[in-house]
Nanobody, 131 residues
Framework: EAQLVESGGGLVQAGGSVRLSCVAS????????IGWFRQAPGKEREGVAC????????YYADSVKGRFAISSGNARNTVFLQMNSLNPEDTAVYYC????????????????????????WGQGTQVTVSS
């Protein structure tokens, strides 16, 4: 059974940093694009970052460019989201998701979106940024 598990969330002070991990099992991770999303109370889920494991291309929401970085781990089933210069507006539940090839990641105003549906979702990890 395909599964994604996020970890690394917690409480961090404004201006601080945290690194989230997404660990996959049950499928060939390198054949997927991996995305990070977040959802804050009262807000829609938004795409934060995305990486194509085959091509190495990365995509970011404008709101996090220069602050967040998505990368592949040494373990081929792991993707990280490094989050720097955090502010309270970054407080949210962060989710990772995966979509199998073929896929199309579209650059749109404000960031990116997937053409179609993501195949798998994790359960999320809470990130709370205090002032």
């Amino acid at each position: 059974e395909a599964q994604l598990v996020e970890s690394g969330g917690g409480l961090v002070q404004a201006g601080g940093s945290v690194r989230l991990s997404c660990v996959a099992s049950g499928f060939v991770f390198d054949d997927y694009a991996i995305g990070w999303f977040r959802q804050a109370p009262g807000k829609e889920r938004e795409g934060v970052a995305c990486i194509s494991r085959l091509e190495g291309s990365t995509y970011y929401a404008d709101s996090v460019k220069g602050r967040f970085a998505i990368s592949s781990g040494n373990a081929r089933n792991t993707v990280f989201l490094q989050m720097n210069s955090l502010n309270p507006e970054d407080t949210a539940v962060y989710y990772c998701a995966a979509v199998r090839i073929p896929y199309s990641i579209l650059v749109v105003p404000g960031g990116f979106r997937l053409q179609g549906d993501w195949d798998y979702w994790g359960q999320g990890t809470q990130v709370t940024v205090s002032s």
